[in-house]
């Protein structure tokens, strides 16, 4: 699979149904499940292996510390799990 720049990411995520408020900048789609942002492979992992009834999981802007933010002072944040309604919580916290 090769990465693929779109125009609008904005209608990307909509389509994989990730909330306005979790985008980020990039988008993947594994096994059925969308992951935006900056999401830790682990986190990927656990979604994979317990499998829940999701969209999939996002990791709001590009916040410090985060997976590829390394370089950047480390600031908390969380990674949301996106039900299937559309709405969103938290399925992980770091540097809390």
Request: glycine content about 12%.
């Given at each position: 699979m090769?990465?693929?720049n779109?125009?609008?990411p904005d209608?990307?995520?909509a389509q994989y149904g990730i909330p306005y408020a979790l985008g980020s900048?990039?988008?993947a789609i594994i096994e059925g499940y969308a992951i935006e942002g900056?999401?830790?492979v682990k986190e990927i992992k656990r979604l994979l292996a317990e499998r829940p009834k999701a969209r999939g999981l996002a990791v709001a802007g590009m916040p410090?510390?985060?997976p590829g933010m390394e370089s950047?002072?480390?600031e908390p944040y969380d990674v949301f799990l996106?039900?299937?309604d559309g709405r969103y919580t938290i399925y992980a916290r770091y540097g809390r």
């Amino acid at each position: 699979m090769k990465p693929e720049n779109v125009n609008n990411p904005d209608t990307y995520r909509a389509q994989y149904g990730i909330p306005y408020a979790l985008g980020s900048c990039h988008t993947a789609i594994i096994e059925g499940y969308a992951i935006e942002g900056h999401v830790p492979v682990k986190e990927i992992k656990r979604l994979l292996a317990e499998r829940p009834k999701a969209r999939g999981l996002a990791v709001a802007g590009m916040p410090g510390g985060s997976p590829g933010m390394e370089s950047s002072p480390s600031e908390p944040y969380d990674v949301f799990l996106v039900l299937p309604d559309g709405r969103y919580t938290i399925y992980a916290r770091y540097g809390r």
